[in-house]
């Protein structure tokens, strides 16, 4: 029997990687990933696993238009913060005199609807198309932040698909993954020793609002794998614990037998020590998170444990327990 073709959007990052790994695991499926370079080391490790490389770049839709046709499943994802550090993107944003996150929104919407375009054109042979989104946060919050930029961009790919394609949109369903447990090691997060010997983790948030945690590295392809499995239509919170900034600092202490507190930070510190324009997205996005939660409130949010089916999720903590902390420690 014929393999079905599951075509991975940013197989060489974090969510693609994941999604990649569990349908190898899976059997039954020819896994192609699609890169803008399918010569780099960590495309050819893929090769090595029996992944079909090929060549595709998110800002040229004609090349994933090739890339996509014959796939049973898509999963779409766009990259907000590497199109930040894009230096072309950068340049453009100097020379435009935009902030490089509002340059970087622009390119991510129109990344997005290429995603969505080059799906349609292979709509015939598509069982389901997977696309991880965000919440539109000036949705949600009524306009109170506006500069959560790599949440509003995601989302715009979920409207345009809708309004434009209503045969692919009955095989979609949206994934919004959660905060990433790995975002301390970027320092958003990370517990900082006191000189009493205690712990503080210091954030711009409601230390007390519920915050919906995963280890997209482990567990998006788990997400991914269950959405296929079900209806399509379903708005998925991708997350694997759901914790208050409080309840996070005091887990991650009883771990390692030290006392840690929560402290709100205000947000000046963040967009002072961040400038650009990221420290204000940043501060908007976390705030809106404590007052909002990270689904904004969207009544038709859909969680793991409320599917047909058994999502195996890797804890916060299982991944504070078994996650390397001598950056924390200076160990």
Not at 57 to 74: E, H, Q, T, W
Not at 298 to 303: E, G, H, L, N
Request: glycine share 10%; charged share 25%.
């Amino acid at each position: 029997m014929t393999s079905k073709i599951i075509t991975v959007v940013g197989i060489t990052g974090t969510q693609g990687a994941s999604v990649a790994r569990t349908f190898l695991a899976e059997g039954g499926w020819h896994v192609r990933g699609i890169t803008r370079d399918p010569s780099k080391p960590s495309s050819q490790e893929w090769v090595s696993q029996g992944v079909e490389i090929v060549k595709g770049d998110l800002n040229d839709l004609n090349s994933l238009k090739s890339a996509f046709a014959g796939s049973s499943v898509i999963f779409g994802v766009t990259d907000f913060w590497g199109i930040v550090r894009d230096p072309d993107v950068q340049k453009q944003a100097q020379e435009q005199g935009q902030q490089v996150n509002q340059r970087a929104y622009d390119v991510e919407v129109q990344q997005g609807r290429n995603i969505v375009d080059a799906a349609n054109a292979t709509v015939g042979t598509l069982d389901r198309f997977v696309i991880s989104t965000l919440s539109p946060t000036k949705k949600w919050s009524k306009g109170k932040y506006t500069h959560n930029y790599h949440f509003d961009a995601k989302w715009e790919a979920v409207e345009y698909l809708k309004a434009t394609y209503s045969e692919l949109a009955e095989k979609t369903s949206y994934l919004q993954v959660a905060l990433y447990l790995t975002n301390w090691k970027g320092d958003l997060g990370k517990p900082s020793k006191q000189p009493d010997g205690t712990y503080l983790l210091a954030v711009p948030s409601d230390g007390d609002g519920k915050v919906a945690f995963v280890d997209a590295g482990h567990d998006t392809g788990a997400f991914t794998k269950a959405l296929v499995q079900v209806k399509p239509g379903i708005v998925l919170l991708g997350y694997s614990s759901l914790l208050s900034w409080k309840e996070y600092a005091a887990l991650w202490g009883k771990i390692h037998n030290v006392e840690c507190h929560f402290h709100r930070l205000d947000r000046k510190v963040l967009e002072n020590a961040i400038p650009g324009g990221i420290g204000e997205e940043l501060a908007d996005m976390l705030e809106y998170i404590g007052e909002f939660g990270y689904d904004g409130g969207d009544p038709d949010i859909v969680y793991p444990e409320n599917l047909d089916v058994d999502v195996p999720v890797y804890t916060a903590e299982e991944y504070i327990k078994n996650e390397d902390w001598s950056a924390v420690f200076g160990v």
